[in-house]
């Protein structure tokens, strides 16, 4: 008798285990989607600039928001440097080009039940108007200013930390094609390497 239990003692122990270790376990929470905005740094292959953006969660793991960017370009053949006093000095400098951005952009969301919450891959889209300046530092010239339509394709990372704060990188190739010539050329589509720093809500 008493060997009988030993032997379902035995059998019955795993069980037993594993139905404790049940009581353990936990679901996975589901992924979360939040608004979120802040500010962003660009950097252009010819230029950089500051920008800021809001985001809005729609189903699917996606976000359409709006940005604002503010980019200050350089000329191909300006150097920057220091004369002997220590003071900064500019040469070959002939145009100073702005351009004003504002877009409406479309994000999806990447392996949302894959990877931890809190790292969020993505590719996206976007699409709005961009007004361009140029005051020529020839004063003689006219100054310069143009519309067009800009257009961008994405692909980055948000990763949102305590405090509900967000920080993103992102890739980008923007088409920025003026109707005319505005400082050194007509089209300033450019890749733009973005740092967002933000809150979600």
Not at 37 to 51: H, R, V, Y
Not at 84 to 97: A, I, L, S
Request: aromatic share 14%; hydrophobic share 40%.
């Amino acid at each position: 008798m008493r060997f009988c239990l030993k032997i379902a003692i035995v059998l019955l122990l795993p069980l037993l285990s594993f139905a404790q270790y049940e009581e353990y376990l936990q679901e996975e929470p589901e992924p979360t989607t939040q608004a979120m905005g802040g500010g962003a740094f660009s950097l252009l292959e010819s230029g950089s600039g500051l920008g800021a953006f809001y985001e809005w969660p729609f189903a699917g793991f996606t976000h359409i928001g709006g940005r604002v960017n503010v980019y200050m370009l350089r000329d191909s053949k300006q150097i920057d440097g220091y004369d002997y006093y220590g003071y900064p000095v500019t040469y070959g400098k002939k145009n100073n080009v702005y351009l004003i951005d504002l877009g409406v952009t479309f994000k999806k969301r990447l392996l949302a039940h894959e990877i931890a919450d809190n790292l969020r891959p993505y590719v996206g889209a976007s699409l709005g108007p961009i007004f361009g300046m140029n005051f020529p530092e020839d004063r003689a010239k006219p100054n310069e200013y143009r519309w067009a339509i800009s257009a961008g394709i994405m692909t980055g990372v948000d990763v949102v930390m305590e405090g509900n704060y967000t920080f993103g990188l992102s890739a980008q190739y923007r088409y920025m094609k003026f109707n005319d010539v505005l400082g050194e050329r007509q089209n300033h589509s450019t890749i733009d390497l973005r740092l967002e720093v933000g809150k979600v809500f």
